[in-house]
Protein backbone atom coordinates (compact mmCIF):
# COMPACT_ATOMS: atom_id res chain seq x y z
CA UNK A 1 0.00 0.00 0.00
CA UNK A 2 1.00 3.83 -0.90
CA UNK A 3 2.26 5.75 2.15
CA UNK A 4 2.52 9.37 2.54
CA UNK A 5 4.34 11.51 4.80
CA UNK A 6 4.73 14.90 5.67
CA UNK A 7 7.09 15.41 8.86
CA UNK A 8 6.15 18.61 9.54
CA UNK A 9 3.02 19.11 11.72
CA UNK A 10 3.69 23.07 11.62
CA UNK A 11 5.55 25.53 9.63
CA UNK A 12 5.82 29.55 10.71
CA UNK A 13 6.41 31.94 8.00
CA UNK A 14 6.94 35.85 8.38
CA UNK A 15 4.54 37.26 5.22
CA UNK A 16 6.70 38.07 1.51
CA UNK A 17 8.93 34.97 2.64
CA UNK A 18 9.44 31.81 1.35
CA UNK A 19 8.43 28.39 2.72
CA UNK A 20 8.65 24.82 2.01
CA UNK A 21 6.81 22.19 2.86
CA UNK A 22 8.24 18.96 2.99
CA UNK A 23 6.63 15.12 1.77
CA UNK A 24 7.67 12.36 0.91
CA UNK A 25 6.00 8.65 -0.22
CA UNK A 26 6.36 4.99 -0.82
CA UNK A 27 4.99 3.65 -3.97
CA UNK A 28 5.80 0.36 -5.85
CA UNK A 29 4.23 2.07 -8.91
CA UNK A 30 6.46 4.18 -11.94
CA UNK A 31 3.04 5.91 -13.40
CA UNK A 32 1.33 7.72 -10.50
CA UNK A 33 0.54 11.71 -9.61
CA UNK A 34 1.02 13.31 -6.87
CA UNK A 35 -0.63 16.86 -4.88
CA UNK A 36 -0.95 19.48 -2.80
CA UNK A 37 -4.49 20.57 -1.53
CA UNK A 38 -4.75 23.71 0.82
CA UNK A 39 -7.40 23.48 3.55
CA UNK A 40 -8.61 26.82 5.12
CA UNK A 41 -10.52 26.94 8.28
CA UNK A 42 -13.71 26.66 5.67
CA UNK A 43 -12.60 23.01 5.59
CA UNK A 44 -13.01 23.23 1.81
CA UNK A 45 -10.18 21.21 -0.25
CA UNK A 46 -8.27 23.24 -2.75
CA UNK A 47 -6.38 22.09 -5.72
CA UNK A 48 -2.48 23.76 -4.93
CA UNK A 49 -0.98 22.01 -7.42
CA UNK A 50 -0.38 18.57 -9.40
CA UNK A 51 2.47 16.79 -10.33
CA UNK A 52 2.40 13.55 -12.91
CA UNK A 53 5.21 11.26 -12.32
CA UNK A 54 6.58 10.44 -16.03
CA UNK A 55 7.15 14.44 -16.29
CA UNK A 56 10.57 15.26 -14.67
CA UNK A 57 9.79 19.22 -15.22
CA UNK A 58 8.84 20.66 -11.77
CA UNK A 59 5.63 22.01 -11.58
CA UNK A 60 4.58 25.51 -10.72
CA UNK A 61 1.72 27.62 -9.77
CA UNK A 62 2.48 31.28 -9.83
CA UNK A 63 3.91 31.70 -6.58
CA UNK A 64 3.89 27.73 -5.27
CA UNK A 65 6.04 25.10 -7.33
CA UNK A 66 7.17 21.72 -6.43
CA UNK A 67 10.59 19.97 -6.45
CA UNK A 68 10.11 17.09 -7.13
CA UNK A 69 12.50 14.17 -6.98
CA UNK A 70 11.18 10.70 -8.23
CA UNK A 71 14.08 8.26 -7.37
CA UNK A 72 14.17 9.98 -3.46
CA UNK A 73 10.45 9.82 -3.69
CA UNK A 74 10.03 13.27 -2.61
CA UNK A 75 7.64 15.90 -3.25
CA UNK A 76 8.37 19.20 -1.55
CA UNK A 77 6.50 22.71 -2.19
CA UNK A 78 7.77 25.54 -2.49
CA UNK A 79 5.61 28.83 -1.60
CA UNK A 80 7.40 31.79 -2.46
CA UNK A 81 5.97 35.87 -1.21
CA UNK A 82 3.85 34.20 1.61
CA UNK A 83 0.76 36.31 2.27
CA UNK A 84 -1.60 35.99 4.65
CA UNK A 85 -4.38 34.22 2.91
CA UNK A 86 -1.80 30.75 2.75
CA UNK A 87 -2.28 30.10 6.02
CA UNK A 88 -4.32 27.05 6.52
CA UNK A 89 -3.56 23.19 6.24
CA UNK A 90 -1.63 21.85 3.04
CA UNK A 91 -1.87 18.17 2.37
CA UNK A 92 -0.13 15.88 0.13
CA UNK A 93 -1.49 13.29 -1.76
CA UNK A 94 -0.83 10.39 -3.91
CA UNK A 95 -2.27 8.93 -6.60
CA UNK A 96 -1.63 5.74 -8.69
CA UNK A 97 -1.96 5.58 -12.30
CA UNK A 98 -4.70 3.49 -12.74
CA UNK A 99 -7.18 5.83 -14.35
CA UNK A 100 -9.59 7.70 -13.04
CA UNK A 101 -10.67 4.70 -10.33
CA UNK A 102 -7.93 5.60 -7.42
CA UNK A 103 -9.10 7.48 -4.27
CA UNK A 104 -6.33 9.85 -3.26
CA UNK A 105 -4.10 8.91 -0.02
CA UNK A 106 -3.23 11.74 1.92
CA UNK A 107 -0.11 12.65 4.49
CA UNK A 108 -1.61 14.29 7.78
CA UNK A 109 -0.69 17.40 6.92
CA UNK A 110 1.05 20.72 7.64
CA UNK A 111 0.11 23.47 9.59
CA UNK A 112 0.87 26.62 7.99
CA UNK A 113 1.16 30.00 9.92
CA UNK A 114 1.77 33.13 8.20
CA UNK A 115 2.96 35.64 10.54
CA UNK A 116 2.32 39.17 9.70
CA UNK B 1 -12.70 21.65 -13.19
CA UNK B 2 -16.52 20.80 -11.03
CA UNK B 3 -19.13 22.16 -8.96
CA UNK B 4 -19.50 19.37 -6.04
CA UNK B 5 -22.53 21.02 -3.33
CA UNK B 6 -23.29 18.52 -0.17
CA UNK B 7 -26.08 18.67 2.00
CA UNK B 8 -26.25 19.10 4.86
CA UNK B 9 -23.54 21.36 5.74
CA UNK B 10 -23.24 20.07 8.77
CA UNK B 11 -25.66 18.30 11.31
CA UNK B 12 -26.04 17.34 15.10
CA UNK B 13 -27.39 13.72 15.81
CA UNK B 14 -28.02 11.36 18.38
CA UNK B 15 -25.90 7.99 18.70
CA UNK B 16 -28.01 5.42 17.41
CA UNK B 17 -29.34 7.38 14.45
CA UNK B 18 -28.93 7.38 11.19
CA UNK B 19 -27.91 10.33 8.21
CA UNK B 20 -28.11 10.31 4.53
CA UNK B 21 -25.47 13.02 2.81
CA UNK B 22 -26.19 14.34 -0.27
CA UNK B 23 -23.49 15.08 -2.94
CA UNK B 24 -24.38 16.93 -6.12
CA UNK B 25 -22.20 17.62 -8.85
CA UNK B 26 -22.75 20.18 -11.83
CA UNK B 27 -21.63 17.99 -14.70
CA UNK B 28 -21.30 14.09 -15.86
CA UNK B 29 -18.83 12.02 -13.65
CA UNK B 30 -17.84 8.24 -13.98
CA UNK B 31 -16.36 8.35 -10.07
CA UNK B 32 -17.30 9.72 -7.04
CA UNK B 33 -15.09 9.54 -3.88
CA UNK B 34 -16.00 9.61 -0.26
CA UNK B 35 -13.81 10.40 2.61
CA UNK B 36 -13.92 10.37 6.06
CA UNK B 37 -11.97 13.96 8.20
CA UNK B 38 -11.77 12.91 11.70
CA UNK B 39 -11.08 16.20 14.01
CA UNK B 40 -7.54 17.39 13.73
CA UNK B 41 -6.76 14.27 11.24
CA UNK B 42 -6.13 13.94 7.38
CA UNK B 43 -8.58 12.92 5.15
CA UNK B 44 -9.13 8.63 4.45
CA UNK B 45 -10.67 7.29 1.50
CA UNK B 46 -14.23 5.53 3.12
CA UNK B 47 -15.10 4.05 -0.47
CA UNK B 48 -15.51 5.10 -4.75
CA UNK B 49 -18.91 4.80 -6.06
CA UNK B 50 -19.52 3.81 -10.01
CA UNK B 51 -22.71 4.66 -11.27
CA UNK B 52 -24.16 1.29 -12.13
CA UNK B 53 -22.61 -0.67 -9.46
CA UNK B 54 -22.10 -1.38 -5.99
CA UNK B 55 -19.04 0.48 -4.43
CA UNK B 56 -16.09 -0.26 -3.17
CA UNK B 57 -14.64 -0.15 0.36
CA UNK B 58 -11.72 0.64 1.52
CA UNK B 59 -10.13 -1.53 4.24
CA UNK B 60 -12.02 -0.89 7.73
CA UNK B 61 -15.54 0.60 5.85
CA UNK B 62 -18.36 -1.96 5.20
CA UNK B 63 -21.41 -1.36 3.67
CA UNK B 64 -23.69 -1.84 6.36
CA UNK B 65 -22.06 0.91 8.19
CA UNK B 66 -21.76 3.45 5.33
CA UNK B 67 -24.11 2.53 2.34
CA UNK B 68 -23.88 4.55 -0.85
CA UNK B 69 -26.24 5.56 -3.73
CA UNK B 70 -25.27 6.16 -6.98
CA UNK B 71 -27.99 6.81 -9.14
CA UNK B 72 -27.04 8.60 -12.04
CA UNK B 73 -23.81 10.16 -12.86
CA UNK B 74 -24.31 13.75 -11.06
CA UNK B 75 -25.91 12.61 -7.53
CA UNK B 76 -24.43 10.24 -4.60
CA UNK B 77 -25.64 9.49 -1.05
CA UNK B 78 -23.45 8.50 1.74
CA UNK B 79 -25.16 7.28 4.90
CA UNK B 80 -23.60 6.92 8.03
CA UNK B 81 -25.60 4.25 10.14
CA UNK B 82 -26.05 3.58 13.25
CA UNK B 83 -24.23 6.66 14.66
CA UNK B 84 -21.89 6.80 17.66
CA UNK B 85 -19.85 9.77 19.05
CA UNK B 86 -16.72 7.57 16.83
CA UNK B 87 -18.60 8.84 13.62
CA UNK B 88 -18.18 12.29 14.41
CA UNK B 89 -16.22 13.90 11.40
CA UNK B 90 -16.52 15.91 8.74
CA UNK B 91 -17.60 13.76 5.36
CA UNK B 92 -16.14 15.23 2.20
CA UNK B 93 -17.66 14.06 -1.60
CA UNK B 94 -15.10 14.18 -4.43
CA UNK B 95 -15.02 13.52 -8.17
CA UNK B 96 -12.27 13.38 -10.61
CA UNK B 97 -12.67 16.04 -13.13
CA UNK B 98 -12.85 14.83 -17.44
CA UNK B 99 -11.32 16.33 -20.18
CA UNK B 100 -7.42 17.27 -19.61
CA UNK B 101 -7.71 17.13 -16.03
CA UNK B 102 -8.88 13.49 -15.48
CA UNK B 103 -6.48 12.94 -12.84
CA UNK B 104 -7.45 15.27 -10.47
CA UNK B 105 -9.71 15.06 -7.49
CA UNK B 106 -11.92 18.09 -6.84
CA UNK B 107 -13.86 18.07 -3.13
CA UNK B 108 -17.49 19.33 -2.29
CA UNK B 109 -17.52 21.78 0.66
CA UNK B 110 -18.15 18.57 3.02
CA UNK B 111 -20.65 18.04 5.77
CA UNK B 112 -19.79 18.38 9.70
CA UNK B 113 -21.36 15.46 11.82
CA UNK B 114 -21.19 15.65 15.27
CA UNK B 115 -23.09 12.94 17.57
CA UNK B 116 -24.09 13.09 20.87
Known amino acids: AQTVTQSQPEMSVQEAETVTLSCTYD???????LFWYKQPPSRQMILVIRQEAYKQQNATENRFSVNFQKAAKSFSLKISDSQLGDAAMYFCAYRGGGGGADGLTFGKGTHLIIQP | SAVISQKPSRDICQRGTSLTIQCQVD?????MFWYRQQPGQSLTLIATANQGSEATYESGFVIDKFPISRPNLTFSTLTVSNMSPEDSSIYLC?????????????FGPGTRLTVL
Open chain 2, 94 to 106: SVTAGGTSTDTQY
Open chain 2, 27 to 31: SQVTM
Open chain 1, 27 to 33: TSESDYY
